[in-house]
C-alpha cells in the first residue's frame, strides 16, 4: 500500500510518498507556487499537481498535517490551500484520508507528542529511514504523516 504524507508552506506544499509494505520512503518532493500565479490560480495549480501525483504513484491513502487551531500567526494562504488539498482527496479515488496536527501524527504513530518533537527536530530517528537527519522539519513533518495515513 502507498501513502502520501503532505504538509503546506504559504509558498510550498511538500509531499512524501511512502511504501507500507516495504516501510521505506518511496519519493519527497515539493510543489513549488509559481509567484506569477494570483491565488485562485495558485489553488488550481496545487490541486492539479497534487491530483496527478496521486494517480502517477498509485497512492490509497493520504494524510495531510494542518495548522494547530492555537498558532499564534496562523497564515490565510496556508489554510486556504489546506482546503483545497482536503477537497482534492475528498474528490480522488484515495481509500481513505486523515488530517490532523501534531497530538494527532503522535497518535497515530504512538509515539508521545514530547518524543514527537524529538524525531521532527531530527534529535531521534524514525524507524531508521535513510537520510533522516538529512531531511528538514517539514519534510521530516511529511514522512510522519505519511506513516500515520497508513491507518487513515
Given at each position: 500500500?502507498?501513502?502520501?504524507?503532505?504538509?503546506?508552506?504559504?509558498?510550498?506544499?511538500?509531499?512524501?510518498?511512502?511504501?507500507?509494505?516495504?516501510?521505506?520512503?518511496?519519493?519527497?518532493?515539493?510543489?513549488?507556487?509559481?509567484?506569477?500565479?494570483?491565488?485562485?490560480?495558485?489553488?488550481?495549480?496545487?490541486?492539479?499537481?497534487?491530483?496527478?501525483?496521486?494517480?502517477?504513484?498509485?497512492?490509497?491513502?493520504?494524510?495531510?498535517?494542518?495548522?494547530?487551531?492555537?498558532?499564534?500567526?496562523p497564515n490565510i494562504?496556508?489554510?486556504?490551500?489546506?482546503?483545497?488539498?482536503?477537497?482534492?482527496?475528498?474528490?480522488?479515488?484515495?481509500?481513505?484520508?486523515?488530517?490532523?496536527?501534531?497530538?494527532?501524527?503522535s497518535s497515530r504513530?504512538?509515539?508521545?507528542?514530547?518524543?514527537?518533537?524529538?524525531?521532527?527536530?531530527?534529535?531521534?530517528?524514525?524507524?531508521?529511514?535513510?537520510?533522516?537527519?538529512?531531511?528538514?522539519?517539514?519534510?521530516?513533518?511529511?514522512?510522519?504523516?505519511?506513516?500515520?495515513?497508513?491507518?487513515?
Amino acid at each position: 500500500m502507498r501513502t502520501i504524507g503532505i504538509r503546506v508552506e504559504p509558498k510550498k506544499v511538500t509531499f512524501v510518498i511512502y511504501d507500507a509494505d516495504a516501510g521505506e520512503v518511496i519519493n519527497i518532493e515539493g510543489i513549488k507556487i509559481p509567484k506569477a500565479l494570483d491565488v485562485p490560480e495558485a489553488l488550481k495549480y496545487i490541486r492539479s499537481n497534487l491530483l496527478d501525483v496521486i494517480v502517477e504513484y498509485e497512492v490509497q491513502r493520504a494524510g495531510i498535517r494542518v495548522t494547530e487551531p492555537s498558532a499564534q500567526k496562523p497564515n490565510i494562504l496556508r489554510i486556504q490551500i489546506e482546503g483545497v488539498i482536503q477537497e482534492a482527496l475528498a474528490s480522488s479515488d484515495v481509500e481513505a484520508y486523515f488530517r490532523g496536527q501534531i497530538s494527532s501524527l503522535s497518535s497515530r504513530l504512538n509515539i508521545k507528542r514530547k518524543d514527537l518533537k524529538k524525531y521532527l527536530e531530527g534529535e531521534l530517528v524514525l524507524r531508521n529511514i535513510e537520510g533522516w537527519s538529512d531531511l528538514s522539519t517539514v519534510e521530516r513533518e511529511a514522512v510522519c504523516t505519511a506513516i500515520g495515513a497508513c491507518d487513515a
